[in-house]
């Protein structure tokens, strides 16, 4: 049986950014009710590739194919017209407007020469409910967490009856009943003959639900094949060209005193009575379902967010943070869940992201030299962090923004660990990481608290909990629900605690 004709195709594709060669000569194609998972590293041109299908770079040779048509994608409404749908891992929602004019962004229903309010809310509900969601159309996006927002992207694609859509790490903030939800309409979908382009690094959900895998390393193609004849093992191998550590040997120093602690902390409903201990050389794991009031915790530990009730210590002593700066100068970083909004100056370049949070050491006697910076310590500051944290960047003087995810992450773990902190607040460290990089940053939370950091995980993937910290604490409702050694906890153990169960019988040694 002759195979269809390919949605969309790109053949022979090259792209080369100043210093860096992003692809070259890739090939790629999806079938119509196909789910083609694209995988590799960070920097492997995944995203690159994508942006040239969507529309909003332009190949510097090769050729676009729809329906077997070559086409130009002038920009990405040129793309969105021919049915192309990108769901990108940093949203792209206005936080200005609600849930039903996020969703109908674009093509918002006409009435006497303005917009058909009634009409646009009654849309936007007709889709959600197609989609099993629960959403309010009124709500604003602003008050939405990570998940909500995650899902009202998903229902605008969807809204615009695509023939291709492209899913770039969807999952990566949902609990696992919204994974389940996301699931089934990749499935309605395929069963319509969408094909969909789904970019991950979780392997669990990549072998459910791709029909095939192609992966790329360095910016060129390595192979495509079906996902029914790659092991999990192999495909790791065909990513990085390399073997990857998949377990992270625990700590043997001893661990110390308490650096941090928290009494009865108590915030606008989201944290709930809360103490919670962090000592030095200790990673702790924060477990539990989106919602559980976990970043909270870390925003009042980090000054960000003020308290109704509670108390701070620090070596025994009280302490009040009012604000970030506080925290900071205590010797507390925060590496926070979303890189571009709140942890990277996208525009500014790698050297001045990795040392945006300590300037103040690099300022020469300002009496002899008015104030000015010491460039050489400077680059080598950058230097050092760079190659033990392994980003890639053409230069240190690239933009941020020209970074893969991965690298991205890397520089704001390098820009708080250039501090050298007491405590260091993780959420999310891994998010959006392919697995050689995720295991290298793993094997660095474990090198910086041996080094007597007190280092608090938040994250949502319970392996990764289970595997890295050496104490887990589980909350649920903003509450602390239970905590356990992590050696010999199980994910089951984990989840009843994440539900409220306090009662759960499981014990673990």
């Given at each position: 049986?002759?195979?269809?004709?390919?949605?969309?195709?790109?053949?022979?594709?090259?792209?080369?950014?100043?210093?860096?060669?992003?692809?070259?000569?890739?090939?790629?194609?999806?079938?119509?009710?196909?789910?083609?998972?694209?995988?590799?590293?960070?920097?492997?041109?995944?995203?690159?590739?994508?942006?040239?299908?969507?529309?909003?770079?332009?190949?510097?040779?090769?050729?676009?194919?729809?329906?077997?048509y070559a086409v130009r994608l002038s920009d990405p409404l040129d793309a969105n017209r021919r049915g192309i749908v990108m769901i990108y891992q940093e949203l792209t929602?206005?936080?200005?407007?609600?849930?039903?004019?996020?969703?109908?962004?674009?093509?918002?229903?006409?009435?006497?020469?303005?917009?058909?309010?009634?009409?646009?809310?009654?849309?936007?509900?007709?889709?959600?409910?197609?989609?099993?969601?629960?959403?309010?159309?009124?709500?604003?996006?602003?008050?939405?967490?990570?998940?909500?927002?995650?899902?009202?992207?998903?229902?605008?694609?969807?809204?615009?009856?695509?023939?291709?859509?492209?899913?770039?790490?969807?999952?990566?903030?949902?609990?696992?009943?919204?994974?389940?939800?996301?699931?089934?309409?990749?499935?309605?979908?395929?069963?319509?003959?969408?094909?969909?382009?789904?970019?991950?690094h979780r392997m669990d959900e990549v072998f459910r639900l791709a029909d095939r895998i192609t992966v790329l390393r360095d910016g060129k193609h390595v192979t495509t094949l079906p996902a029914s004849e790659l092991t999990?093992?192999?495909?790791?191998?065909?990513?990085?060209?390399?073997?990857?550590?998949?377990?992270?040997?625990?700590?043997?120093?001893?661990?110390?005193?308490?650096?941090?602690?928290?009494?009865?902390?108590?915030?606008?409903?989201?944290?709930?009575?809360?103490?919670?201990?962090?000592?030095?050389?200790?990673?702790?794991?924060?477990?539990?379902?989106?919602?559980?009031?976990?970043?909270?915790?870390?925003?009042?530990?980090?000054?960000?967010?003020?308290?109704?009730?509670?108390?701070?210590?620090?070596?025994?002593?009280?302490?009040?943070?009012?604000?970030?700066?506080?925290?900071?100068?205590?010797?507390?970083?925060?590496?926070?869940?979303?890189?571009?909004?709140?942890?990277?100056?996208?525009?500014?370049?790698?050297?001045?992201?990795?040392?945006?949070?300590?300037?103040?050491?690099?300022?020469?006697?300002?009496?002899?030299?008015?104030?000015?910076?010491?460039?050489?310590?400077?680059?080598?500051?950058?230097?050092?962090?760079?190659?033990?944290?392994?980003?890639?960047?053409?230069?240190?003087?690239?933009?941020?923004?020209?970074?893969?995810?991965?690298?991205?992450?890397?520089?704001?773990?390098?820009?708080?660990?250039?501090?050298?902190?007491?405590?260091?607040?993780?959420?999310?460290?891994?998010?959006?990481?392919?697995?050689?990089?995720?295991?290298?940053?793993?094997?660095?939370?474990?090198?910086?608290?041996?080094?007597?950091?007190?280092?608090?995980?938040?994250?949502?993937?319970?392996?990764?909990?289970?595997?890295?910290?050496?104490?887990?604490?589980?909350?649920?409702?903003?509450?602390?629900?239970?905590?356990?050694?992590?050696?010999?906890?199980?994910?089951?153990?984990?989840?009843?605690?994440?539900?409220?169960?306090?009662?759960?019988?499981?014990?673990?040694?």
């Amino acid at each position: 049986m002759s195979q269809p004709v390919p949605l969309v195709r790109l053949d022979h594709i090259s792209k080369a950014f100043p210093g860096v060669r992003a692809l070259d000569d890739v090939s790629f194609d999806v079938l119509p009710g196909e789910v083609h998972v694209l995988m590799g590293e960070n920097g492997a041109g995944k995203s690159t590739l994508m942006k040239i299908l969507s529309g909003a770079y332009q190949p510097d040779s090769g050729a676009i194919q729809i329906d077997g048509y070559a086409v130009r994608l002038s920009d990405p409404l040129d793309a969105n017209r021919r049915g192309i749908v990108m769901i990108y891992q940093e949203l792209t929602l206005l936080d200005n407007l609600d849930v039903g004019r996020n969703v109908m962004l674009g093509q918002e229903p006409g009435r006497g020469g303005g917009v058909d309010w009634r009409a646009l809310y009654a849309d936007a509900e007709r889709i959600l409910r197609d989609l099993d969601l629960t959403l309010d159309v009124r709500a604003p996006v602003a008050e939405l967490n990570m998940a909500e927002r995650q899902m009202v992207e998903i229902a605008r694609a969807a809204r615009r009856d695509p023939r291709v859509i492209v899913m770039d790490e969807p999952t990566s903030s949902l609990t696992q009943s919204e994974e389940e939800t996301l699931f089934a309409l990749i499935a309605r979908l395929k069963g319509r003959g969408v094909g969909i382009i789904y970019i991950s690094h979780r392997m669990d959900e990549v072998f459910r639900l791709a029909d095939r895998i192609t992966v790329l390393r360095d910016g060129k193609h390595v192979t495509t094949l079906p996902a029914s004849e790659l092991t999990r093992a192999e495909l790791i191998a065909l990513m990085v060209g390399r073997e990857v550590e998949s377990s992270v040997p625990r700590g043997v120093g001893a661990i110390g005193q308490i650096v941090l602690a928290a009494r009865g902390l108590s915030a606008g409903g989201r944290v709930r009575d809360v103490d919670l201990d962090l000592r030095a050389g200790e990673i702790v794991g924060l477990a539990g379902l989106i919602g559980a009031g976990r970043t909270e915790v870390a925003e009042v530990l980090f000054g960000a967010r003020s308290t109704d009730m509670g108390e701070l210590r620090i070596d025994g002593q009280p302490v009040v943070f009012q604000s970030p700066y506080d925290a900071i100068q205590r010797g507390i970083a925060y590496v926070p869940d979303d890189r571009k909004g709140q942890g990277l100056v996208l525009m500014q370049s790698v050297q001045t992201n990795v040392t945006l949070a300590a300037l103040e050491r690099f300022v020469r006697t300002p009496l002899l030299m008015g104030g000015v910076l010491n460039g050489r310590a400077i680059r080598e500051l950058v230097e050092v962090w760079t190659a033990r944290l392994n980003i890639r960047a053409a230069s240190p003087k690239v933009n941020v923004e020209l970074l893969s995810g991965g690298n991205q992450q890397k520089v704001v773990l390098a820009k708080w660990l250039s501090r050298n902190p007491r405590v260091l607040i993780l959420n999310e460290p891994t998010r959006g990481i392919d697995v050689g990089a995720k295991a290298e940053v793993h094997a660095l939370i474990r090198d910086i608290a041996s080094q007597g950091v007190a280092v608090l995980m938040i994250s949502s993937e319970l392996p990764e909990v289970l595997s890295v910290s050496d104490r887990i604490v589980v909350m649920a409702a903003g509450r602390i629900t239970g905590e356990m050694p992590a050696r010999g906890a199980t994910e089951r153990a984990v989840l009843a605690l994440a539900f409220g169960d306090t009662n759960m019988t499981e014990r673990v040694s």
